[in-house]
């Protein structure tokens, strides 16, 4: 299996740009999560879905910010617009529910806003 | 909320010595507890897992108890190698939540 599948692993973009990140989940995996990692406050959840639908949103910063997942094998992050203050590493994981104490990060996503 | 608090790293050990993390939470109900491992440039890896107190889990030489009644998970290793300097995380799956939350993390230098 490929694993958790992000791209692109470095943006860079300037302040007020939309930005979108990508993710493909591991095949037959159900649940997907979206992690943002930065030094100031380590690893935090941002959201969440469980066969697609999303479960907790809570911890999306604001309107900005804005998570979707199409179909079982797709979801994107998209933030819109940046501020310099989203740098961050975005990383996306995925789980099976029988092995619900499992999950599988992909690489991340290095976002630069300038 | 619930929380997980980590020892400040990095720490820095000569090869073949011992390894302790401190990992200590804070969460209502009986949560399962984690340590994943996070070497440059990739994303996390589980290591190792404990459902229920008391249990422990272990992988790769690296062992945690679950001790409910200090409310801790602690990272050790008898012997570390090179090839285990990562950061490590602690994290914590509460009672009917798939989320996970994380400890900030330690850095473990391993010198030769």
């Known amino acids: 299996d490929a694993g958790v599948i992000q791209s692109p692993r470095h943006e860079v973009t300037e302040m007020g740009q939309e930005v979108t990140l990508r993710c493909k989940p591991i095949?037959?995996?159900?649940?997907l999560f979206w992690y943002r990692q930065t030094m100031m406050r380590g690893l935090e959840l941002l959201i969440y879905?469980?066969?697609?639908?999303?479960?907790?949103d809570s911890g999306m910063p604001e309107d900005r910010f804005s998570a979707k997942m199409p179909n079982a094998s797709f979801s994107t992050l998209k933030i819109q617009p940046s501020e310099p203050r989203d740098s961050a590493v975005y990383f996306c994981?995925?789980?099976?529910?029988?092995?619900?104490?499992?999950?599988?990060f992909g690489p991340g996503t290095r976002l630069t806003v300038t | 909320g619930d929380s997980v608090t980590q020892m400040e790293g990095p720490v820095t050990l000569s090869e073949e010595a011992f390894l302790t993390i401190n990992c200590t939470y804070t969460?209502?109900?009986?949560?399962?507890l984690f340590w994943y491992v996070q070497y440059p440039g990739e994303g996390l890896q589980l290591l190792l897992k404990?459902?229920?107190?008391?249990d422990k889990g272990s992988n790769k030489g690296f062992e945690a108890t679950y001790r409910k009644e200090t409310t801790s998970f602690h990272l050790e290793k008898g012997s570390v190698q090179v090839s285990d300097s990562a950061v490590y995380f602690c994290?914590?799956?509460?009672?009917?939540?798939?989320?996970?939350?994380f400890g900030s993390g330690t850095r473990l230098q391993v010198q030769p």
């Open positions: 994981a995925s789980s099976f529910y029988r092995a619900k104490y499992e999950q599988y």
């Open positions: 095949s037959g995996h159900d649940y």
């Open positions: 879905f469980n066969n697609n639908v999303p479960i907790d």
């Open positions: 969460a209502t109900g009986y949560p399962s």
């Open positions: 404990a459902t229920k107190a008391d």
């Open positions: 994290a914590l799956s509460a009672t009917g939540r798939r989320a996970l939350t």
